[in-house]
Protein backbone atom coordinates (compact mmCIF):
# COMPACT_ATOMS: atom_id res chain seq x y z
CA UNK A 1 0.00 0.00 0.00
CA UNK A 2 0.72 3.24 -1.18
CA UNK A 3 1.79 5.15 2.25
CA UNK A 4 3.76 7.99 3.88
CA UNK A 5 4.39 7.21 7.81
CA UNK A 6 5.77 9.17 10.55
CA UNK A 7 6.88 7.81 13.80
CA UNK A 8 5.84 8.48 16.92
CA UNK A 9 2.60 9.16 16.42
CA UNK A 10 2.39 11.25 19.60
CA UNK A 11 5.15 12.27 21.88
CA UNK A 12 5.41 14.53 25.21
CA UNK A 13 8.76 16.16 25.91
CA UNK A 14 10.71 18.29 28.18
CA UNK A 15 12.10 21.25 26.79
CA UNK A 16 15.86 21.35 25.59
CA UNK A 17 15.88 17.57 25.22
CA UNK A 18 16.85 16.85 21.64
CA UNK A 19 14.02 14.56 19.16
CA UNK A 20 13.68 13.20 15.90
CA UNK A 21 10.71 12.42 14.05
CA UNK A 22 10.86 10.21 11.65
CA UNK A 23 9.03 10.17 8.03
CA UNK A 24 9.22 7.62 5.07
CA UNK A 25 7.65 7.05 2.13
CA UNK A 26 7.27 4.28 -0.25
CA UNK A 27 6.10 5.65 -3.26
CA UNK A 28 9.56 6.68 -4.37
CA UNK A 29 8.44 10.35 -4.36
CA UNK A 30 11.33 12.83 -5.10
CA UNK A 31 9.51 15.80 -3.25
CA UNK A 32 8.74 15.56 0.58
CA UNK A 33 8.47 18.24 3.01
CA UNK A 34 6.78 19.03 6.52
CA UNK A 35 3.94 21.00 7.59
CA UNK A 36 2.92 21.75 11.63
CA UNK A 37 -0.79 22.57 12.03
CA UNK A 38 -1.58 25.26 14.77
CA UNK A 39 -5.22 26.16 15.97
CA UNK A 40 -6.23 28.92 13.76
CA UNK A 41 -3.28 28.98 11.24
CA UNK A 42 -3.84 26.44 9.28
CA UNK A 43 -0.79 24.26 8.19
CA UNK A 44 2.95 25.77 7.47
CA UNK A 45 5.43 24.79 5.69
CA UNK A 46 8.62 24.06 7.84
CA UNK A 47 11.44 22.53 4.81
CA UNK A 48 11.18 20.84 2.03
CA UNK A 49 13.29 18.84 -0.07
CA UNK A 50 13.49 18.40 -3.60
CA UNK A 51 15.70 15.51 -3.96
CA UNK A 52 18.39 13.23 -2.25
CA UNK A 53 20.61 16.16 -0.35
CA UNK A 54 18.32 19.13 -1.04
CA UNK A 55 16.51 20.52 1.50
CA UNK A 56 15.27 24.02 1.57
CA UNK A 57 13.61 26.27 4.29
CA UNK A 58 10.07 26.97 4.33
CA UNK A 59 7.76 29.53 6.02
CA UNK A 60 8.27 28.58 9.25
CA UNK A 61 12.01 26.69 9.68
CA UNK A 62 13.24 28.03 13.09
CA UNK A 63 13.89 25.70 15.51
CA UNK A 64 14.11 23.26 12.89
CA UNK A 65 16.52 21.26 11.29
CA UNK A 66 15.70 18.04 8.07
CA UNK A 67 18.21 15.74 6.67
CA UNK A 68 17.33 13.69 3.31
CA UNK A 69 19.73 11.23 2.90
CA UNK A 70 17.90 8.31 1.34
CA UNK A 71 14.85 8.92 -0.97
CA UNK A 72 12.38 7.30 1.28
CA UNK A 73 12.96 9.40 4.26
CA UNK A 74 13.14 12.61 5.60
CA UNK A 75 13.54 13.12 9.64
CA UNK A 76 12.25 16.22 11.43
CA UNK A 77 14.82 17.04 14.05
CA UNK A 78 14.48 19.73 17.13
CA UNK A 79 17.65 20.19 18.66
CA UNK A 80 16.39 21.97 21.70
CA UNK A 81 12.86 21.92 21.16
CA UNK A 82 10.80 24.79 23.46
CA UNK A 83 6.80 24.90 24.24
CA UNK A 84 6.35 26.96 20.81
CA UNK A 85 6.92 23.76 19.12
CA UNK A 86 4.00 22.47 20.79
CA UNK A 87 2.03 21.42 17.12
CA UNK A 88 0.60 18.85 15.00
CA UNK A 89 3.74 17.94 12.30
CA UNK A 90 2.53 16.60 9.41
CA UNK A 91 4.87 14.81 6.71
CA UNK A 92 3.87 14.95 2.58
CA UNK A 93 5.42 13.52 -0.39
CA UNK A 94 4.86 13.66 -4.17
CA UNK A 95 6.37 12.64 -7.05
CA UNK A 96 6.69 16.80 -8.28
CA UNK A 97 3.58 19.02 -8.39
CA UNK A 98 4.01 19.47 -12.01
CA UNK A 99 5.96 16.97 -14.43
CA UNK A 100 4.45 15.38 -17.71
CA UNK A 101 1.42 18.10 -18.03
CA UNK A 102 -0.23 17.03 -15.08
CA UNK A 103 -0.33 17.07 -11.46
CA UNK A 104 1.01 15.31 -9.01
CA UNK A 105 -0.82 14.51 -5.58
CA UNK A 106 0.95 15.34 -2.53
CA UNK A 107 0.19 12.23 -0.48
CA UNK A 108 0.81 13.43 3.75
CA UNK A 109 1.21 10.80 6.22
CA UNK A 110 -0.76 10.50 9.37
CA UNK A 111 0.94 13.42 11.83
CA UNK A 112 2.73 13.35 14.72
CA UNK A 113 0.82 15.05 17.67
CA UNK A 114 4.06 16.65 19.84
CA UNK A 115 3.94 18.43 23.07
CA UNK A 116 6.70 20.20 24.72
CA UNK A 117 6.67 21.26 28.42
CA UNK B 1 1.72 37.77 -0.78
CA UNK B 2 -0.15 34.63 -2.25
CA UNK B 3 -2.86 33.85 0.76
CA UNK B 4 -5.84 31.31 1.09
CA UNK B 5 -8.56 32.55 3.26
CA UNK B 6 -11.42 30.53 4.99
CA UNK B 7 -13.71 32.82 6.41
CA UNK B 8 -15.92 30.36 8.24
CA UNK B 9 -14.30 28.75 11.44
CA UNK B 10 -16.65 26.34 12.41
CA UNK B 11 -20.09 25.34 10.27
CA UNK B 12 -23.12 23.31 11.51
CA UNK B 13 -25.11 21.58 9.36
CA UNK B 14 -28.44 18.97 9.75
CA UNK B 15 -27.56 15.68 8.22
CA UNK B 16 -29.31 16.02 4.67
CA UNK B 17 -28.43 19.72 4.70
CA UNK B 18 -26.98 20.62 1.37
CA UNK B 19 -23.37 22.63 2.57
CA UNK B 20 -21.33 25.48 0.81
CA UNK B 21 -17.70 26.10 2.65
CA UNK B 22 -16.36 29.38 1.22
CA UNK B 23 -12.45 29.83 0.08
CA UNK B 24 -11.07 32.97 -1.34
CA UNK B 25 -7.33 33.30 -2.23
CA UNK B 26 -4.63 36.00 -3.74
CA UNK B 27 -2.73 35.10 -6.06
CA UNK B 28 -1.47 36.91 -9.15
CA UNK B 29 -2.14 34.10 -12.14
CA UNK B 30 -4.31 31.12 -12.36
CA UNK B 31 -3.25 28.93 -8.87
CA UNK B 32 -3.73 25.14 -8.44
CA UNK B 33 -6.50 24.83 -6.09
CA UNK B 34 -7.35 21.88 -3.52
CA UNK B 35 -9.37 20.94 -1.02
CA UNK B 36 -8.14 18.39 1.59
CA UNK B 37 -10.47 16.81 4.64
CA UNK B 38 -8.84 15.92 7.72
CA UNK B 39 -10.71 13.28 10.04
CA UNK B 40 -10.14 13.37 13.95
CA UNK B 41 -7.01 11.89 14.38
CA UNK B 42 -6.44 11.81 10.67
CA UNK B 43 -3.71 12.72 8.46
CA UNK B 44 -5.02 15.41 5.24
CA UNK B 45 -7.04 13.41 2.60
CA UNK B 46 -7.49 15.48 -0.72
CA UNK B 47 -11.16 15.83 -1.71
CA UNK B 48 -10.63 17.46 -5.37
CA UNK B 49 -8.38 19.84 -7.08
CA UNK B 50 -8.62 22.18 -9.38
CA UNK B 51 -5.73 22.81 -12.54
CA UNK B 52 -7.32 24.06 -15.82
CA UNK B 53 -10.44 23.98 -18.00
CA UNK B 54 -13.30 23.05 -16.46
CA UNK B 55 -14.46 25.42 -13.26
CA UNK B 56 -16.61 23.30 -11.60
CA UNK B 57 -14.43 20.17 -10.53
CA UNK B 58 -15.67 16.87 -9.02
CA UNK B 59 -14.26 15.23 -5.95
CA UNK B 60 -14.36 11.98 -3.87
CA UNK B 61 -17.71 11.67 -1.51
CA UNK B 62 -19.86 13.35 -3.58
CA UNK B 63 -18.11 16.86 -3.10
CA UNK B 64 -17.74 19.69 -6.17
CA UNK B 65 -16.30 22.66 -6.35
CA UNK B 66 -16.02 25.81 -8.25
CA UNK B 67 -13.72 27.96 -9.27
CA UNK B 68 -14.55 31.48 -10.00
CA UNK B 69 -12.22 34.19 -11.45
CA UNK B 70 -13.88 36.56 -11.06
CA UNK B 71 -14.42 36.33 -7.44
CA UNK B 72 -11.07 34.60 -6.23
CA UNK B 73 -13.03 31.90 -5.19
CA UNK B 74 -13.22 28.20 -4.89
CA UNK B 75 -15.81 27.11 -2.78
CA UNK B 76 -16.84 23.79 -1.71
CA UNK B 77 -20.49 21.93 -2.10
CA UNK B 78 -22.42 18.74 -1.77
CA UNK B 79 -25.88 19.03 -1.81
CA UNK B 80 -26.57 16.40 0.94
CA UNK B 81 -24.57 16.09 4.03
CA UNK B 82 -23.87 12.75 5.76
CA UNK B 83 -22.85 12.31 9.39
CA UNK B 84 -19.48 10.83 8.13
CA UNK B 85 -18.56 14.46 6.45
CA UNK B 86 -18.26 15.64 10.11
CA UNK B 87 -14.67 16.48 9.85
CA UNK B 88 -12.24 19.83 9.21
CA UNK B 89 -11.75 20.92 5.76
CA UNK B 90 -8.82 23.21 4.04
CA UNK B 91 -8.76 25.04 1.20
CA UNK B 92 -5.14 25.11 -0.53
CA UNK B 93 -2.81 26.64 -3.17
CA UNK B 94 0.32 25.11 -5.13
CA UNK B 95 1.62 28.70 -6.15
CA UNK B 96 3.56 28.03 -8.46
CA UNK B 97 3.93 24.80 -11.10
CA UNK B 98 8.01 24.38 -10.23
CA UNK B 99 7.55 24.29 -6.33
CA UNK B 100 5.29 21.37 -4.48
CA UNK B 101 4.83 24.12 -1.80
CA UNK B 102 0.98 24.53 -0.70
CA UNK B 103 -0.39 27.45 0.75
CA UNK B 104 -3.09 26.45 3.21
CA UNK B 105 -6.15 28.23 4.49
CA UNK B 106 -7.01 28.05 8.33
CA UNK B 107 -9.54 25.72 8.13
CA UNK B 108 -13.41 25.10 8.39
CA UNK B 109 -15.02 22.51 10.89
CA UNK B 110 -17.87 21.10 10.08
CA UNK B 111 -20.10 19.54 12.78
CA UNK B 112 -23.18 17.55 11.22
CA UNK B 113 -26.25 17.37 13.38
CA UNK B 114 -28.24 14.14 12.55
Known amino acids: EAQVTQNPRYLITVTGKKLTVTCSQNMNHEYMSWYRQDPGLGLRQIYY???????DKGDVPEGYKVSRKEKRNFPLILESPSPNQTSLYFC????????????????FGPGTRLTVL | AQSVTQPDIHITVSEGASLELRCNYS??????LFWYVQSPGQGLQLLLK??????LVQGIKGFEAEFKRSQSSFNLRKPSVHWSDAAEYFCALNEAYNTDKLIFGTGTRLQVFP
Open chain 2, 27 to 32: YGATPY
Open chain 1, 49 to 55: SMNVEVT
Open chain 1, 92 to 107: ASSSGTYSGGSYNEQF
Open chain 2, 50 to 55: YFSGDT
